[in-house]
């Protein structure tokens, strides 16, 4: 993993001047490289529900909120390597400060908020987010704000759910089980097939933030209690 970051990220710094969808096609090809060095190596893969679905509700209206259940790195690789409208993707601002990794990511222009400063993050991401998907680009969030232990229930927190509502913006739920077989802080994967589950798109016309937050919690929660 630390060998294709620093190529592509290498590849990405040194041709920065090329269009962005360019270098996000850089990027799915190293998400798509570990993923296979995970399974040949690991042991590790992963399959897919309601990708389908999602890309035809992205057809039809535009970008989306996907609110994206986070218990691992594993996730962030999936959903790059899937998805072929690259989402914006909202994430702390220290992590554009990681060396080649960081440098890199700052070049696909994603909602860096800084958590500490919360009234200022919120802002970031309704102006930013809006603008992304008025431009019909949809925005990843991960509603917990951190990787999460596996088993424990969702948190859902209010940024992405204030975004959907100044947007009238559409919400899709993703669920998974990654940290079943690559937790936080782990080094060590276990083998295994990972499932990453879209959900049905949740309007958010005429709900207020607590409904919603409770649409998004229960589907995920549900959702990975399958999987078990």
Sequence with gaps: MA???FTHAS???LFFWLPQSILQRVVSNWCVLNLFCLKIFCGLSYQVK?????E???KEVGGVVLMCKH???METLILQ???KQKPALVLKKELLNIPFYGWALSR???IAINRKEKASAME???TRGTAALQAGRSVLIFPEGTRTPYGQATIVKKGGINLALEANALIVPIALNTGRFWGKGQLLKQPGLVTVSFGPSIASSGKDVTELQAEVKNWIDQEISKMA
Excluded: N, R, Y
């Excluded at 309601?50 to 999602?54: I, Q, R």
């Design 3 to 5: 060998f294709f970051t």
């Design 11 to 13: 590849i990405i710094l």
């Design 50 to 54: 309601g990708l389908v679905e999602l």
């Design 56 to 58: 035809s509700t992205i």
């Design 71 to 73: 218990q691992s790195t």
């Design 81 to 83: 390597a899937v998805l």
């Design 108 to 110: 696909l222009k994603p």
């Design 124 to 126: 970031q991401v309704i």
